[in-house]
């Protein structure tokens, strides 16, 4: 890890001093991830110019390979699960989501809800998948700046897009103009407060320091959000879905080995095996595999385990906000008092 350092600009959120953590290398260009020392978010020290991270996600991020589309059909269940009662609540009207990738969330949406879907979406692949398998979900766009401003939607969402985002506060400000009043904005992303990225913030399994510029804290103060006109209606940690890293649990059995090699004659009977069976796993899944790869029978394996252990890990936070007229944020300001609540984490 590298010895951190004082970043002179402060937090994006509460304007407190940050620290470097680690190196980040979005398709060759380098900066380093710093976390904020008050509500503990994490961004990169600098900014890359847009052009560069468009050009990224358009032609570098997806290649429409099959084990990318069975990954993304998997998550949209999981996805849906998890907000499904919030987009039941929310205003009649359409639904944006942002960063579809394969259009399997949207097109649930869809059919779940009844309503009008529309889509924006960066990669060239990703929206000749959805045009083909998906045509009545709508393209808006390419990024939510490209699409006119009119207050359409009743809900914006997205799911683990925020975190390939360097900064927040255009981008809300963009959704703000395409939503309704009392329109709502769904997000899942990283948790900035997750325990393994406290203890360990190099190796935590959603560094991707390849790709993510951003995690967000449930520490970020409730007065950022309504000085953008929202309100913080939820804000969870919660379980992602077992297949968003196929190997880990392989690796965590490889870890439990290591510990457990100088014990008794009897334990070390048992590990020894199971490690010879874990690294030959891991052996293959590198050389045969696609990088995170969801081949179907290490899926089934990984969803056994995860749900053997109880899926403990509350990596992800879910993120609900609220569009507010002018006149009800200066009301929300004037009650609440800028000051950061007590959330359901």
Same mark, same amino acid.
């Given at each position: ?16 001093? &940050? ?37 990224? !996600? ?20 999981? !996805? ?77 969402? $997205? ?16 959704? =703000? ?31 991707? =320091? ?7 804290? %449930?520490?970020?103060?409730?007065? !950022? ?9 939820? $804000? ?36 020894? %095996?199971?490690?010879?069976?874990? &690294? ?10 696609? %990088? ?54």
């Amino acid at each position: 890890m590298e010895q951190s350092k004082n970043v002179d600009k402060g937090c994006e959120f509460c304007g407190a001093a &940050r620290v470097r953590l680690y190196g980040v290398n979005l398709g060759g260009i380098r900066r380093q991830m710093a976390r904020c020392s008050g509500c503990g978010s994490c961004q990169v020290d600098s900014p890359i110019d847009e052009a560069e991270i468009e050009t990224y !996600y358009r032609d570098a991020y997806f290649g429409r390979a099959k084990w990318q589309v069975e990954k993304c059909e998997v998550l949209a269940g999981d !996805y849906w699960r998890k907000i499904r009662r919030i987009v039941g609540s929310t205003n009649p009207g359409p639904i944006l989501e942002v960063g579809a990738g394969y259009g399997f969330l949207a097109e649930r949406l869809r059919i779940s809800t009844g309503r009008r879907v529309d889509v924006v979406e960066p990669s060239d692949d990703c929206c000749a998948f959805i045009r083909d398998r998906f045509p009545e979900l709508k393209i808006a766009g390419s990024s939510v700046n490209a699409l006119v401003s009119g207050q359409e939607y009743a809900a914006v969402v $997205c799911f683990h897009v925020l975190e390939h985002l360097q900064e927040l506060t255009a981008w809300l400000r963009s959704v =703000a103009s395409l939503l309704q009043d009392g329109g709502r904005v769904v997000a899942l992303t990283p948790n900035a407060m997750a325990g393994g990225f406290l203890k360990d913030p190099v190796r935590w399994l959603w560094v991707g =320091a390849d790709q993510h510029l951003q995690f967000l804290s %449930p520490e970020i103060p409730n007065r !950022y959000f309504e000085e953008l006109g929202f309100r913080v209606t939820h $804000c969870a940690a919660t379980t992602p879905c077992y297949i968003h890293f196929p190997s880990r649990w392989l690796q965590e059995l490889s870890d439990v080995g290591d510990g457990l090699e100088h014990g008794r004659g009897t334990v070390l009977d048992q590990v020894l %095996p199971v490690k010879r069976l874990v &690294r030959r796993l891991r052996m293959f899944a590198r050389n045969r595999l696609q %990088p995170n790869s969801s081949a179907s029978w290490l899926l089934k394996v990984e969803c056994c385990i995860d749900r053997l252990r109880g899926g403990q890990d509350r990596d992800e936070l879910l993120l609900c906000l609220q569009r507010e007229g002018s006149g009800s944020a200066e009301r929300l300001r004037a009650r609440c008092g800028g000051v950061n609540s007590k959330r359901n984490v």
